[in-house]
Structure formats: C-alpha cells, structure tokens
C-alpha cells in the first residue's frame, strides 16, 4: 500500500474517486511506470484501489482513478457497533421477571429502546449510519451514558 501525502485535491465522481497529486518522478507509486491497476494507495486514512492513472495536458497534475476500499467513517462505524455489542454481551440488568441477569439479546435490547432488533444488528456490525438519537436510545436501553462509546 502507497501512503499518499502530497496530493491536491480528491473528487468524489460518483462510482468512482479521482486523487489529484503533482507529477513528480519521486513518487514511488508512479516508479512504476504508469502501472497502477489495482494498486492500494491510502490518503488521508481512506483506502483505494486505483483502476487507472491520467496524466494532465500540461503534465503537472496526475490523476488516479479509484475506488473506495473503506473509509475512515466506517472504521469509526464498526468499532462504535462492536462497542454496543461488548457492552450488551456484559451488561448486568434486571428483567421483567425481577431475576437480574448478565448479557443481553439483540431483540431484549430492541424491545427496552424500543428498535427493531435487525436495526441493532447492523449498528453492531457497522453497517448502519444512525444518529445521536438511536445510539442514546441503545445506551439508555443498556442503562449506560452514550460516552461507552
């Protein structure tokens, strides 16, 4: 993987990402003549594959054209669900019943903050953006401040 520090800009095309660096024959990743395909850059802690590498007219800019691997954002997504799931997993609560427990299931977390427990599911795994208001509402269902997280 090629860390990429000195570049211009990044643009979001829509299916696709360009990373506009200066040309300059330094760069390791362009010391290899031009043959990037599926080369794995990092920029700003986002990960890239690149598919493809345009030179500009005048020869002063390069672009790459990439697809996104992961994003800082779903790093930061996955680790706050895994967070959710550790604390549900050892939490210490008191059910219905009056019998006190240890660990939690999905769907007795969903009914005490009042989610689906297929929403809880995918926040654990990462793959759920959700605001403030779901992730105080699983505290809270947890008996927990949102600062677990």
């Known amino acids: 993987m090629f860390l990429i520090e000195n570049f ?47 030179v500009s007219d005048n020869g002063e800019w390069i672009n790459l054209i990439c697809d996104r691997i992961s994003y800082k954002r779903d790093k930061e997504r996955q680790r706050i669900g895994q967070r959710f799931a550790e604390e549900r997993k050892s939490v210490e609560w008191v059910d219905a019943n009056g019998i006190k427990r240890k660990g939690m299931t999905q769907t007795e977390l969903a009914e005490r903050c009042g989610l689906l427990q297929s929403n809880i599911a995918r926040v654990e795994r990462g793959y759920f953006s959700v605001g403030f208001d779901t992730l105080e509402a699983m505290a809270e269902g947890l008996g927990k401040k949102i600062d677990i997280v």
């Not at 800009?9 to 990402?17: A, D, K, L, R």
Request: proline fraction near 4%; hydrophobic fraction near 30%.
């Open 8 to 54: 211009r800009e990044i643009t979001n095309e829509g299916s696709y990402y360009i990373v506009t660096l200066p040309f300059s024959e330094d760069c390791p990743l362009l010391k290899i003549n031009f043959d990037v395909d599926s080369e794995k850059i990092e920029v700003e802690g986002n990960q890239y594959t690149v598919n493809d590498c345009l």
